[in-house]
């Protein structure tokens, strides 16, 4: 299994630990944006359901839900909205993974019970948590299917467009999305390396020294693979990572987030 | 696999889906607060540091990181700051997942360039959502390994003293933490069941009726399960959970979260 620490890393060389199946199947991801044209097999979606509700949940609250969506026009409808990703129209199944607080705004209201705590950053904290702890038990279970996935950020570009095209009530917006399907097999996805692990892991506490010399072999690691792929990337990885961090204008509508979730019925008190 | 599906949703019938290991483990989730006085088997933080690097992460900008913690007296005050959570003290392992914008930000400082969009909730956004991307992919990789965890939302109790005391510089802070370590066998821990899947999954869109029939069918569930575990809960489970967020005064600290990210260095604009 050396080769996937080599490949997750970069390295040369790799411990040679020895990996259970399901470990296999996390080190092996891969973000797939090319698919077959091809139907997913009957259950498939009931099976990701059941691997995502068996994620935590804070205080099992459960505040996450999940639009299905396989409508093709529907589909490109939210490709255009998150920047026109062709992926979205050639998924088989496209899953929009919502921050759900209606739920138990409508529990309330039936019982008569206060919930002034939803409009607290920290529920939407909860939610945004929940959801994504189910999206990720929803990726790794099609991954062991041998689906591939891609997460869509781009579903935060145009919130009430999103909101407005999935029917959603208040207290509820589309966190981000999520493709899967059958990988393309002419169009392979390569295992993209990460940060060596000193750069993210501290022990006891933070050490700030650990950023710099770890983040300089990670350049040197990202440009190997960028010619590797022949992918023909500007500047080196810090350089566009903080390309996409410049500001408002590179943020292709998320600059207004707080605004569009404000909007939506998520105060951020 | 029926007995998972069976306990997943605490129906008397569930379909008969052949299960892959990696299924089985999402499945057989449970959360474990009882640990065996036992220290965790060498290289088993770097592999689950690697399951969670290898999580997806927008732009691959990386943005989180996690300090493990095994020293007694700083796993105590930890635990005293999350509501004295005695679970805390008793797991060999206890992981604080950051969201760390810093290691950008110094990133950009070394090369003078602008990194305004880190003042924004889209990043806050961004780093909420990596890091409980990777920290999934730890609980699972720990539970493929026959180790428990249990997520601890206390961590959002106190920010700034869990700041000072993991010495973590401005724009990072304690989302969660984690406690891992081998279960109780005296103890063991049962699979919770959730909501039937037509609360959570909608088709194509939001379907505002999916909410009140299903979540009675779950109030009866859990009741059933409550007793089945000799536990004495007051009221449904819409009732409590309702009580968790009826208003600021139950929100153990938490509902100056937004007030206490801003003194961490994130903006939240």
């Excluded at 505040?63 to 396989?70: D, L, N, R, T, Y």
Aim: proline share 6%.
């Amino acid at each position: 299994m050396n080769t996937l620490f080599q490949a997750r890393y970069g390295a040369a060389t790799a411990p040679g630990y020895t990996l259970n199946p399901t470990l296999e199947t996390l080190l092996e991801h891969r973000s797939v944006r090319s698919y077959q044209d091809k139907a997913l097999a009957p259950n498939t979606l009931e099976l990701l359901i059941a691997a995502a509700q068996s994620a935590s949940t804070s205080s099992n609250l459960q505040s996450w839900s999940v639009v299905a969506i396989e409508d093709p026009e529907r589909k490109d409808r939210l490709a255009r909205m998150a920047g026109n990703q062709e992926h979205i129209r050639a998924c088989p199944l496209f899953l929009v993974w919502l921050v759900d607080l209606a739920r138990l705004d409508a529990l309330g209201d039936r019982r008569g019970l206060a919930r002034d705590s939803l409009d607290y950053l920290e529920l939407l904290m909860v939610g945004v948590i929940d959801a994504t702890l189910a999206a990720q038990n929803a990726a790794i279970a099609a991954e062991s299917m041998n689906l591939g996935i891609v997460y869509i950020g781009g579903m935060r570009n145009q919130p009430e467009a999103v909101a407005a095209e999935l029917g959603l009530p208040p207290r509820t917006f589309g966190l981000f999305g999520m493709c899967i399907g059958h990988p393309n097999p002419e169009r392979p996805a390569a295992v993209k390396p990460r940060l060596p692990q000193q750069a993210v892991l501290h022990r006891e506490q933070y050490n700030a020294k650990q950023i710099t010399a770890p983040a300089d072999d990670y350049i040197t690691t990202m440009s190997n693979f960028y010619k590797s792929q022949g992918m023909k990337t500007h500047g080196d990885w810090d350089q566009h990572s903080l390309h996409r961090v410049r500001g408002p204008e590179a943020m292709a509508g998320r600059d207004r987030l707080a605004e569009a979730l404000k909007k939506l019925g998520l105060a951020l008190r």
